[in-house]
């Protein structure tokens, strides 16, 4: 081989050479394009953040609340912004206004017509998550939404503290329910344009010297009341406990009377038991006694009554047979009765021819 055909066939090495690492090159450079261009295709949404997603030729709109990569197309397909979602804080303090974040403090006029004042009002707000396209469209991008926070806070919380008295403000009790109704208010304005409070913080109100005074000394007598309100508590306590005590005592002594007075009344029935047992006995022996004697008598007084008619009848049997006998015989009987009686009699007739007797007791003697 010549040295001609040598130097031919080594340039032409050299230039097979060179065309491989020129193919490498290209790759490399399409590769690194291709990175940069996947690089600028995707969106990081951190936490506390919301993209709202725009394409340009559908014109859809997307709000996505999850962290983390999200797909953007190059070319001008797909806009995405990126929107502060995390809590934040509005202040109204101080004289002068400085930022969105913080402007001058809150006059109030009450209803009775003075005024106090909030000296640092914290109203904490944030974008509701899945509505960050309609602040964008309210407001426009990064934090310009902030800008509906004064107006519509200043307004409503003066408006609504503006419905108390000065007394009334002063009481916690309406002074939350009129923080409440202001949020309440403030929330549906808002919520509109995707914002959300969550809180309102107002400290309590200052009036002038005078007045404060005057809160102060209500104060200090609510205090007083409440120290008297406590001791009439803790007195109506022990009245209620002494009451307590003395109700038990009391019962004590009225069980103790009860049960002396069931005992003597159980003796009392025990002994008119007895006392009825034993009437009873005496009055069934007295009754028996009673009914016998009361046979005993009958059957005497029968027999004394057969005597008695018996004697009867002989009498009358005698008194018959005496109506049938001569005189004579009468007055032989009557001899027989008056003997060893004497008698001094005088006799007498009336008529010639006595048809009868007839004697007059003069005297006897034995």
Known sequence: MSNGDKARDQARAALEKLGGDRSKLWLIGAAIVLVLIAFRSCVTVEPGHVAVRVNNITGTVETITQPGLIMKLPFGIHHVYLIDASPQTFHMRGAANKDQLEVRELTVRASDGSNFIFNDTTILFKVVPDRGARVIFDAGLDHAYRMFMSPYARSILRDEFGRESTISVSN?????????RARTRINDLLTKHGIEVTSIVTPRPRFSDAYENLIESRNQTDNELSVIGSNLQRAATDRTRRLAEVDRDQNKIMQEKRAALEAALATSVATQTQTRREVDTYKIEKFGTGQAA????????IELKGQLDAQFTSRRAEIDAFRTQPVERVMERLGQRLEGVTIHIQPWANDSVPSRLQVEKIGAAQ
């Open 294 to 301: 009361l046979s005993a008598s009958a059957a005497t007084s």
């Open 172 to 180: 916690p009790t309406t002074f939350g329910q009129a923080t409440e």
